[in-house]
């Protein structure tokens, strides 16, 4: 009788034990990871029901799982996104002698010698056909307040691709293209670069192949210094730069190519900002009773352009996590009640995940791309905006934004050679001592399970990815 009861016990409670194994197994996985490492995890069924749930309220640095919600909060908030964008495109207009270049939020515009739409010397065509002769370019960002970078952005990050200026006049991704070569053993190494910037090249060409380079300039500072060495075997080296004056950028921009088409430019490259107030921030508006800051309305227009439709852009901005895209897009939210600001933006956000139950206490944000190491997010709070979104009319489309593992974007190096390959649509977040992942998978029994997974304070020099992969494999596999 003893070994029958026993033998009850376990079919009774076999259930709870394989619900308690597995997130044993996930918990064990995860303590592998180097020590100190704090995880966050959630996953749910199609039902909703919580599968796994590891720290399901602490607080994670999300990195660019930040996106998650800015886009969704454009595919939420901004009409006609599968529409071309006659909201956001640059427009130009001649005032007296002077040119002014007026953006609009577009993140798109580009001057590249291949561009075939969305292009700049479309704009300088115009000019070059109305007049031959100006004083005056003029880049107009006022549309949005003078905000380049979130609160809580590592200044370190400025330089860079990661951080460049963001702005209503963008061009060219607010990036430029450095490119260093070898000379011969001795000698300078070769420096390639648009002439924007000024070059302190103190990088020297030595034998052998290896290369150890190193560049910098101060915030808001236009001389690019070049260190250290480059092989005389070494194959040309290059990096995206940042930008910190967007519309400066393509004030300049737009002077070149005018001169290009025989346009004598008189006078100088000049840029006007509207600055930031206490007045575009909506809790202070709220408080005063004061009015939403409008931008000034612009000069008539010569000329302007219409870019292909914002979904194409979001769908870029998930797949690749483009970080300034990000940021114009939720200052384009932004616009639709306020001025333009970072807080207007945040305030579309949370009106959002209002609407979709996520608690306040779920999340904070100080940006729309997730350099910010400001935000804060639960993983249980992602996973209710995730089951939100996917429950919106849209969202299918929105699911389509998101990068496959072991297919493309962001994920296209991982889960290759696991049963999540090709059944993981998720965003990525990736920042000092912080990895994230959030969206959709595929399991075992072909259901479709919802999850947020954080690492944060991941010692230096390693990473939480493979743990996270690992585990979220381990989870699919059981179910």
Known sequence: MKHIALGIALVLATPALAQQTLEQRVAAKLAEAPTGTRFGLVVVDDTGKEIVAINPDGRFIPASNTKIYTTAAAFANLPGINQPDTIGGATVALRGEDVVLRGRGDARLSSADDCTVDCLATLADAIAAKTKRVRNVIGDDTLFPDQRWGPGMSWNNIPSSSGTGASALTLDDNELKLTITPAKAGEPAKVDLWPYFTIDNQARTVPGAETELGWDRDPNGKQLRITGTVGADAKPKSWQLGIDDPADY?????????????????????????????????????????????????????????????????????????????????????????????????????KMLETAGVPRTAWDFSDGSGMSSYNRVAPRGTVKLLRWIAAQPWGAQYRETLPIGG?????????????????????????????????????????????????????????????????????????
């Open 250 to 350: 393509a004030a300049w921009r737009l002077k070149v190519l005018l001169e290009a088409r025989g346009v004598k430019v008189k006078g100088q490259v000049q840029v006007r900002h509207r600055a930031l107030t206490p007045q575009d921030d909506p809790d202070y508006r709220a408080k005063k009773s004061l009015p939403v800051v409008q931008a000034a309305p612009g000069e008539p227009v010569l000329a302007g352009l219409t870019p292909p439709p914002l979904a194409d852009d979001l769908k870029h901005v998930n797949k690749v996590s483009q970080n300034l895209h990000a940021e114009l897009t939720l200052r384009r939210v932004a616009s639709l009640q306020g001025s333009g600001s970072i807080a207007d933006g945040v305030a579309q956000v949370e």
């Open 407 to 479: 297919v493309d974007g962001t994920l296209r190096n991982r889960f290759k050679g696991t049963p999540l390959e090709g059944r993981v649509f998720a965003k990525t977040g990736t920042l000092n001592a912080t990895n994230a992942l959030a969206g959709y998978f595929t399991g075992a029994s072909g259901r479709t399970y919802t999850f947020a997974f954080y690492a944060n304070d991941v010692p230096r020099d390693a990473s939480g990815t493979k743990y996270m992969d690992d585990a979220l494999n381990l989870v699919a596999a059981g179910n």
